[in-house]
């Protein structure tokens, strides 16, 4: 099977390897490049505007092993800035689903919550009353575990148990 690779452009297919669509004349991305170059088998030409060598405007370079360690225990995602709190996430969690809403989990406390009505509803029933008593401590469970891993680093080693 053959790989096809065309212009973003006209639509043309390519069938060369040129920093300009042999069709319509527009510079070709280097995406599709470096797509059609893998098509053909042959190594891409180099970008006009870069020297050869360097690094493109895109690449970061590649950090040393020393950074990367440090760059895990100061990671700078907005989930490791959260000021989600294990306990009160697991509180709200006594009626299913209040906890993964406050944790940010939409889908998840919506259909927890659902359960958790259709749970009350079969009380009176053995398999309602088990079923009742699995999803609450799930709730519960999950809502503390989402919100902790959502604690910075540093604090979480601040809490945790010798």
Same mark, same amino acid.
């Given at each position: #099977?053959?790989?096809?690779?065309?212009? $973003?452009?006209?639509?043309?297919?390519?069938?060369e #390897?040129?920093h300009? @669509?042999?069709? @319509?004349g #527009?510079?070709?991305p280097? %995406? +599709? =490049?470096?797509a059609?170059?893998?098509?053909l088998g +042959?190594t891409p030409p180099?970008s *006009? %505007?870069?020297t +050869?060598?360097a690094i493109? *405007?895109?690449?970061? $370079?590649?950090?040393?092993?020393?950074a990367?360690?440090?760059a895990?225990?100061?990671?700078t995602? $907005?989930?490791?800035?959260?000021?989600?709190? $294990?306990w009160?996430?697991a509180? =709200?969690? =006594?009626?299913?689903g209040?906890g993964?809403?406050?944790?940010g989990?939409?889908v !998840? %406390?919506?259909?927890l =919550?659902? @359960? %958790?009505?259709?749970?009350?509803?079969?009380w009176?029933?053995?398999l309602?009353k #088990?079923?009742a008593?699995i999803?609450w401590?799930?709730?519960i469970?999950?809502a503390?575990?989402?919100a902790?891993?959502?604690?910075?680093?540093e604090?979480?080693?601040q809490h945790? !148990?010798p």
């Open positions: #099977m053959a790989i096809h690779i065309h212009c $973003p452009h006209c639509h043309e297919r390519l069938t #390897m040129h300009h @669509c042999t069709h @319509c #527009m510079a070709l280097p %995406g +599709v =490049l470096y059609l170059a893998a098509a +042959v180099p *006009p %505007g870069l +050869v060598g493109p *405007p895109h690449v970061s $370079p590649t950090p040393s092993l020393s990367l360690s440090t895990e225990e100061h990671h995602s $907005p989930a490791h800035h959260s000021a989600l709190r $294990p009160l996430a509180t =709200l969690s =006594l009626i299913c209040l993964q809403l406050y944790n989990q939409i !998840k %406390g919506v259909v =919550l659902i @359960c %958790g009505i259709a749970a009350v509803a079969a009176p029933f053995l309602g #088990m079923l008593l999803l401590l799930y709730a469970s999950d503390y575990l989402v902790r891993r959502a604690l910075p680093l604090h979480r080693r945790a !148990k």
